[in-house]
């Protein structure tokens, strides 16, 4: 139990244009998501903390304007990185709490490639 | 402000071995921690938490030891097998559904 998927695993896109990667919790109801990213040899950083049907709560120095997140759904958030730049370029990762225990269960996560 | 740190970024240990994974955190808050296993490209995986009333959890082969006087939590895995290779992070929170911080990981090779 508790699987989390993300899609796409990979993508590719121009600088300027947007992206949309989606989180789902497959066998559970996650009232609360998170999304990370990750950069070559370092740690996962917390962007935001995402709550179904309110806002999502941005970490500081996170441009909450150029990454939306919605959760819109108890097994679905949504991260779209808005006029990507080849910086925004890095692992996007995705992560669901359940409501039976503390642990957090990760996507397989995204690598975005901007050009 | 790193509150979670990993100082080894790397360990080398024999297959049959116990490898021992270190952490140190700073903020007093924390109240449960956590340890992941991550491989590349791919998210992280759980796999043994302790609480901060507790000061050892074992499940199988990895248990995890906390002395909160030191801030000091560590990762035992015996015997290491090869499959244990991976990147290791320790993870911290200050309540049931708050958010986690993560250590900067330790990546573990676990050799023939």
């Known amino acids: 139990g508790a699987v989390v998927s993300q899609h796409p695993s990979w993508v590719i896109c121009k600088s300027g244009t947007s992206v949309k990667i989606e989180c789902r919790s497959l066998?559970?109801?996650?009232?609360?998501m998170f999304w990370y990213r990750q950069f070559p040899k370092q740690s996962l950083m917390l962007m935001a903390t995402s709550n179904e049907g309110s806002k999502a709560t941005y970490e500081q120095g996170v441009e909450k304007d150029k990454f939306l997140i919605n959760h819109a759904s108890l097994t679905l958030s949504t991260l779209t990185v808005t006029s990507a730049h080849p910086e925004d370029s890095s692992f996007y990762i995705c992560?669901?709490?359940?409501?039976?225990?503390?642990?957090?269960?990760f996507g397989p996560g995204t690598r975005l490639t901007v050009t | 402000d790193q509150q979670v740190k990993q100082n080894s970024p790397s360990l080398s240990v024999q297959e049959g071995r116990i490898s021992i994974l270190n952490c140190d955190y700073t903020n007093s808050m924390f109240d449960y921690f956590l340890w992941y296993k991550k491989y590349p490209a791919e998210g992280p995986t759980f796999l043994i938490s302790i609480s901060s009333i507790k000061d050892k959890n074992e499940d199988g082969r990895f248990t995890v030891f906390l002395n909160k006087s030191a801030k000091h939590l560590s990762l035992h895995i015996v015997p290491s097998q090869p499959g244990d290779s991976a990147v290791y992070f320790c993870?911290?929170?200050?309540?049931?559904?708050?958010?986690?911080?993560f250590g900067t990981g330790t990546r573990l090779q676990v050799t023939l």
């Open positions: 992560s669901a709490l359940t409501d039976l225990s503390y642990e957090q269960y």
């Open positions: 993870a911290a929170n200050t309540g049931t559904a708050s958010k986690l911080t």
């Open positions: 066998d559970f109801q996650a009232t609360t």
